[in-house]
């Protein structure tokens, strides 16, 4: 079982990877993969530098009860040093086991239209990308709209700043969440509430995941504060299953 609020497994046929925006600065996955390598965890020997490890491949299909699966936790398919010919293996295992549902989260928003211009989305393939603000983030949300994925998430964690208007045309579900670690950034309680009112207002399911390292009384906390109510509610609302549409 994963820890991860919103998901139920999680598969990493890839790990590490490399910063690229300002919500990679207290990436969870780099200081849990540091600990790994340090115990000796087979597929951690390398740290966080990217690796593929393909003997992990066939691991979803070994299980036969239907699971939800988070793919790369510890790093992103979409990563430039991942080949193509490497994630056309990863979707082809997708494809093979239609009794899970993968999802897929990418802070790389520029190389999806280009990937899967002529290549099928597998139907049980959710598709993210992270918005953790308005530089970086959000101009990732144009680029998902134009892949034909059944289902198109938006990870707005950490949210680390207002993210204004969003236009969630072609938009199934909504993450939010705060910052939690060593050095976390606080989330203001009307910057994910702005969010949330604009998923209700364009009819898009909002799952609000954590507080992190600040309470919603702005107060820093010792541990994390994954209190989940925002507002006085529990917000955990997941995607209906469309019919696939290309924006």
Known sequence: MSDIEWTEQT???VTGCTKVSPGCKHCYAEVMAKRLQAMGVRGYENGFALSLLPERLEQPLKRKRPTTYFVNSMSDLFHEDVPDQYIEQ???VMGAAPQHTFQVLTKRATRLPE??????????????VSVEDRKYGVPRIDRLRQVGAYVRFLSVEPLLEDVGDLDLAGIHWVIVGGESGKGARPMRPEWADRVRRQCEEQGVAFFFKQWGGWGQDGKKRSKKANGRELGGRVYDNYPLIPSITIA
Not at 115 to 128: A, H, M, S, T, Y
């Open 11 to 13: 598969w990493n046929p």
């Open 90 to 92: 990863v979707l082809e």
């Open 115 to 128: 990937f899967f211009e002529n290549r099928e989305v597998p139907k049980n393939l959710w598709l993210g």
